[in-house]
């Protein structure tokens, strides 16, 4: 501590103690999470603090934009491996930005295909960004 003290007025700048303590995903997770926490609403398999401990842990990737964020995790089935795009949120058309650098570092790392569920309209949004859609069934017990 005694450092950052020093630093700071070496810089004459203001330090934040527990700013300097976070590691950068937290602080880029902090000004996201209102993006993503929007799109939470809409479903019940995840809270927001479950996504926070799953990108913790390195489960759950977080693509942080200026005014908008994903979170995508790896599927890996025994014949392929894809990249599930779980949630996103903020401004769309920095979503379509953020879209090309998703697909690049997937297709470095071996990813196949990307996934994504949404509400009904998200198809129309997104399909002239290759995106097709697929069929899913569900029955709540």
Not at 63 to 70: H, M, Q, V
Not at 87 to 98: M, T, V
Not at 113 to 130: D, E, M, P, S
Request: net charge positive; glycine share 8%.
């Amino acid at each position: 501590m005694q450092v950052l003290l020093s630093m700071a007025k070496a810089t004459n700048k203001v330090v934040d103690i527990q700013e300097a303590k976070r590691e950068p995903w937290e602080v880029e997770w902090e000004r996201c999470k209102p993006y993503i926490a929007k799109a939470v609403k809409h479903q019940d398999s995840y809270t927001i603090d479950d996504i926070e401990d799953k990108i913790r842990n390195g489960i759950f990737h977080l693509w942080p934009g200026k005014k908008s964020a994903y979170i995508t995790e790896f599927l890996v089935f025994p014949q392929i491996k894809v990249m599930n795009i779980l949630f996103c949120g903020g401004n769309y058309k920095e979503l379509e930005e953020i879209l090309p650098y998703i697909e690049e570092f997937a297709k470095q790392v071996g990813v196949k295909r990307l996934y994504g569920g949404g509400r009904k309209g998200w198809i129309r949004k997104i399909k002239h960004l290759g995106f097709e859609h697929d069929y899913i069934v569900k029955k709540d017990l």
